[in-house]
Structures are given as structure tokens and as C-alpha cells.
């Protein structure tokens, strides 16, 4: 199984601010890689696919980027919406798996 | 517009069954691969199992294998997950989940969740 990593558990982002999020497999996913936001009471939202690809009506704002086993969603201008919980989740191998999360919070 | 639906979930104690099903609409059901996955209380997402859109395999989390069975019903455009043998640790969120884009199983329609609670 593939180990997903996410680091660091918990951001402290202030508004307008660049947010860096980090995700590491176990071994290497081939971009095979999506990125999704959760907020309290509601259920995930794919952002990123392909390691890179925005989902449909995804700002611009919001960016995937890496290969391999380490990879990073950038967040360029954080607005008050984007705090949130973030997973990154594999679908190279079975069984599909999802790292920890990273919850950006407002500082 | 693409909706996904659950239903079925509830108490039920440990070594009971429960059967979730899902109902989607606005899309071309019979050709997407499905998935369930869950979300413990406060706790992050955890695949479950995946149903293939192109052909009939099927594919489970270990620590569901055996014990849960995923189908779908193409003339409803229904997914449902069979659970039997429920342990305390099944307690979660269940939600359904359709195939996104590009190569591989990452999910860009996610229905609202129905809520499993395993305990005596």
C-alpha cells in the first residue's frame, strides 16, 4: 500500500497570504495524484487531478505541482473561502489512498 | 446537474448488516466508475471500495474485503455497499463517489454522506 504524507498538519495562513502544502507518497504515483478541500459539515470538493489539472471551476489561484513521490498545492492568495481541510489521494495503485490532511487556518 | 444521493445508514451493532445505497442522476451512470469512501468521526477519508464503469470488477480496501460487497444497478443508475459483519470501526460518513478526469480513480462528484454508527 502506498503511504500518503501530508505535511504540515496544520497551516496558520493569514489572509492574502501564500499557503504551501505538501504531499509525499511512499513510493512514486506517476502524477497520478488529486488534490481535495473539505469544510466542516460538507463533503469533499476535487480541486486538482493529474497531479496538476484543474477541476472544473477551480480558481486560478489554486495550483498542483510535482512528480514522483512529492507533490504541492499552492494556494497563491488565500482568500476567507480557502480555509479549509486538504487531502491529497493517490489512484496509481490499489488501494486508493488519501494522506492525513492539512488544515489551513486563519492567523 | 449531477447528484449524487445516499440512504441507508443507522445504529446497527456490531456483527449487523446495513445495505447503503446511492442514487445518481444528471450524468451517464452505466459508464463512470463508483466509489464509496468514508470519513470516521473527526477523522480523515478512507477509500473504501470502487465499482468499474467499462467492465465489472471490483476492488476493496483490506480491512473491508470479505465482508463488504460494492454493486451498482445500471437500469437505476444505483450504487449500493453491502455491509455485513460490522465492527465498531466501520462507524463513519460513507460517500459515494463518481470517476473524475483523466487516467485513474480520482472523484469529482461527491453525494452528501450517510452517517453508519456500529454500537452496542
Known amino acids: 500500500e502506498i503511504v500518503m504524507t501530508q505535511s504540515p498538519a496544520t497551516l496558520s495562513v493569514s489572509p492574502g497570504e501564500r499557503a504551501t502544502l505538501s504531499c509525499r507518497a511512499s513510493?512514486?504515483?506517476?502524477?497520478?495524484l488529486a488534490w481535495y478541500q473539505q469544510k466542516p459539515g460538507q463533503s469533499p470538493r476535487l480541486l486538482i487531478y493529474?497531479?496538476?489539472t484543474r477541476a472544473t471551476g477551480i480558481p486560478a489561484r489554486l495550483s498542483g505541482s510535482g512528480s514522483g513521490t512529492e507533490y504541492t498545492l499552492t494556494i497563491s492568495s488565500l482568500q476567507s473561502e480557502d480555509f479549509a481541510v486538504y487531502y491529497c489521494q493517490q489512484y496509481n495503485n490499489w488501494p486508493l489512498t488519501f494522506g492525513g490532511g492539512t488544515k489551513v487556518e486563519i492567523k | 446537474e449531477v447528484q449524487l444521493l445516499e440512504s441507508g445508514g443507522g445504529l446497527v451493532q456490531p456483527g449487523g448488516s446495513l445495505r447503503l445505497s446511492c442514487a445518481a442522476s444528471?450524468?451517464?451512470?452505466?459508464?463512470?466508475?463508483m466509489s464509496w469512501v468514508r470519513q470516521a468521526p473527526g477523522k480523515g477519508l478512507d477509500w473504501v471500495s470502487t465499482f468499474s464503469g467499462s467492465s465489472d470488477s471490483t476492488y476493496y480496501a483490506d480491512s473491508v474485503k470479505g465482508r463488504f460487497t460494492i454493486s451498482r444497478d445500471n437500469s437505476k443508475n444505483t450504487l449500493y455497499l453491502q455491509m455485513n459483519s460490522l465492527r465498531v470501526e466501520d462507524t463513519a460518513v460513507y460517500y459515494c463517489?463518481?470517476?473524475?478526469?483523466?487516467?485513474?480513480?480520482?472523484?469529482?462528484?461527491w453525494g452528501q454522506g450517510t452517517l453508519v454508527t456500529v454500537s452496542s
Open positions: 513510493e512514486s504515483v506517476s502524477s497520478n
Open positions: 444528471g450524468f451517464s451512470f452505466s459508464t463512470y466508475a
Open positions: 493529474g497531479a496538476s
Open positions: 463517489a463518481k470517476k473524475g478526469g483523466g487516467y485513474g480513480e480520482n472523484f469529482d462528484y
